[in-house]
């Protein structure tokens, strides 16, 4: 319990250290979420319950949280970085070619293309011929497939961030394995405390506009913080299980003793 402590406040520790070091990088996830609060506003989401649910399928509103989600996970190159490194601010900013291949690599179809797909996509019972129960259990099922799979891959996500590409899929499982509820632990105490006060942004609806644009303001950067905690759990993971297994991370020669998907 004494180490899972000090893994949370390494995350904490983690965000607040990079907000600092990096406030650019920090403010990018910020901008984009108060944009989307902009286009929000403007369309007169906040005015009233009913209002919300009319506008909560506006296409700009949409258009605009699609680009957020990516501004959202663009942290995840320069968190998992700053993390593996012991908080080295040069070295997580830095933009080395091989690293950004291999991190771009797995962004543009992991949240790209599942982030368009979930927006703009055609809705799974479309897809499966599932419908009214069937395809409510096939949703829960894809979601807890897709959770428990990142939970697995998270140390090739966090490797591939460093230029490592000797850590593929099967031996990300091998680090992985034996940390799962572990990790479910650290994500869970970096991503809910903030995701509560994201949500709470809901209590902008029906108030004076000064109020919401206010609470707008404070939104977006309790986003841009959630940014930050939920890459830096994810980085703290597999550092955590890396060093169970004896493996580095940045090097791909220390992979062996685990097993390696090495990557051309």
Request: charged share 15%; with cysteine.
């Amino acid at each position: 319990m004494t180490s899972l402590w000090r893994d949370v406040r390494d995350i904490y520790g983690s965000t607040w250290g990079f907000a600092l070091a990096c406030p650019i990088l920090f403010l990018i996830p910020v901008l984009f979420e108060f944009a989307q609060h902009v286009v929000e506003i403007q369309s007169g989401l906040y005015r009233s319950i009913e209002a919300a649910r009319l506008a909560e399928n506006d296409p700009s509103r949409m258009l605009f949280g699609y680009w957020k989600t990516l501004a959202i996970s663009l942290p995840s190159y320069w968190m998992y970085r700053y993390v593996v490194s012991g908080r080295d601010a040069a070295y997580a900013r830095r933009f080395e070619p091989r690293a950004v291949l291999l991190w771009a690599l797995l962004f543009v179809p992991l949240v790209m293309g599942l982030q368009w797909l979930a927006l703009f996509g055609p809705p799974l019972g479309q897809v499966t011929g599932l419908e009214g129960q069937a395809e409510s259990i096939a949703k829960w099922a894809s979601t807890l497939i897709q959770t428990v799979a990142g939970i697995y891959l998270t140390a090739w996500l966090v490797a591939w961030s460093q230029g490592n590409a000797a850590i593929g899929p099967l031996a990300s499982i091998r680090i992985m394995s034996g940390s799962f509820w572990r990790t479910v632990a650290l994500i869970i105490a970096g991503v809910v405390p903030l995701m509560v006060l994201h949500y709470a942004g809901l209590l902008a609806i029906g108030r004076p506009e000064p109020l919401v644009w206010a609470l707008m303001v404070f939104d977006s950067l309790v986003v841009g913080f959630l940014a930050l905690t939920m890459f830096a759990a994810n980085a703290v993971a597999a550092r955590t299980a890396a060093d169970r297994k004896g493996v580095d991370l940045t090097r791909s020669a220390n992979v062996e003793p685990v097993g390696t998907a090495a990557v051309a």
